[in-house]
């Protein structure tokens, strides 16, 4: 599953408690963390290489 997928079946699942957010850190070297979270409690964590970034990118690309 790629990260956009599961970032967006985090929100999907977590739409009906409402007020949902999402943030990034300041890209790094090594990369930068991804959170989603949710009014429940829930949180979402992703530290995003630059590689799997560059690969998001290029799928996504791919697909227009």
Same mark, same amino acid.
């Given at each position: 599953? *790629?990260?956009? #997928?599961?970032?967006? /079946?985090?929100?999907?699942?977590?739409?009906?408690?409402?007020?949902? *957010?999402?943030? #990034?850190?300041?890209? /790094?070297?090594?990369?930068?963390l991804l959170t989603g979270?949710?009014p429940c409690g829930v949180?979402?964590?992703?530290?995003?290489?630059?590689?799997?970034?560059?690969?998001?990118?290029?799928?996504?690309?791919?697909?227009?």
């Amino acid at each position: 599953m *790629t990260l956009l #997928a599961e970032l967006e /079946a985090f929100f999907r699942d977590h739409r009906q408690h409402g007020g949902q *957010t999402a943030n #990034a850190t300041q890209p /790094a070297w090594n990369g930068y963390l991804l959170t989603g979270a949710c009014p429940c409690g829930v949180t979402f964590e992703r530290w995003v290489t630059p590689e799997d970034a560059e690969t998001d990118l290029l799928r996504g690309a791919s697909l227009n």
